[in-house]
């Protein structure tokens, strides 16, 4: 059944949410306060993996890097297209209609869980390649396998940054069932190169967003957004 692993990853997300939902109120709050701390670092730990992943590479039994340029112009580029559109005031502005649509006006860390958590789980290759691999052949075992990594992810998040997290299924939804459903147009420009561009960009978004965990906001990430895009068409251009 095409579509059953975004199917999948929603549930996992919902799951993982409404069980931190439940521990979450047996949590005192300081213990909150370091489970987002460890959450935040973890997920910086993850963004400088898949950076380094990507960037570092052994030649002639020397160790390399690449794709500083691509990296500095996209994200450079992208950052202001994205401020330019304000996807990130746009996602908060989603995020403040959720919360008014579920009653939850006297949560104030609503808007911010609900964008954190779905910056967390929607930006990555895993979201991208397993889409495509869904609405071409069926297979959705990389979509099962971000579905898990997901749950743990939104169960922890929860139980420290509250309900909001949760309404991270609807992006993901949205945004995994759209590049499933246009899988055969998107697959021809996924090549090694451009998913190489793509994760690495990506990464260092996922980063960003352990950072504002961390640190408190202090990135938008949601504008970086395009920066994606632009790193997917660089691997397409004559001097890549």
Not at 8 to 36: E, H, P, S, T, W
Request: with cysteine.
């Amino acid at each position: 059944m095409i579509g059953l692993g975004t199917i999948i990853n929603v549930g996992a997300i919902i799951i993982g949410g409404l069980c931190g939902l439940f521990m979450g109120k047996a949590v005192k709050v300081r213990y909150q306060d370091i489970l987002m701390i460890s959450v935040g670092i973890s997920i910086m730990m993850l963004g400088i993996g898949g950076t380094m992943e990507e960037m570092l590479s052994i030649q002639n039994g020397a160790l390399t890097s690449g794709g500083s340029m691509m990296m500095i112009i996209t994200m450079a580029l992208g950052a202001l297209i994205g401020e330019w559109m304000d996807i990130e005031g746009k996602m908060e502005h989603f995020g403040i209609w959720l919360k008014k649509k579920t009653g939850s006006s006297g949560d104030h860390a609503f808007v911010d869980a609900f964008v954190t958590c779905s910056l967390t789980v929607c930006i990555g290759a895993m979201a991208i390649v397993g889409s495509i691999k869904d609405g071409i052949y069926g297979d959705y075992s990389i979509l099962a396998a971000k579905a898990i990594l997901d749950l743990i992810i939104v169960f922890v998040m929860t139980v420290s940054m509250g309900k909001g997290c949760v309404f991270s299924a609807i992006p993901v939804g949205i945004f995994q069932g759209v590049i499933t459903f246009l899988a055969r147009l998107i697959e021809p420009l996924m090549t090694e190169a451009a998913l190489s561009n793509l994760s690495l960009v990506g990464s260092i978004m996922i980063f960003c967003v352990g950072l504002n965990l961390v640190f408190g906001k202090k990135v938008k990430v949601a504008n970086f957004l395009p920066a994606i895009v632009l790193a997917v068409a660089w691997s397409f251009a004559p001097w890549a």
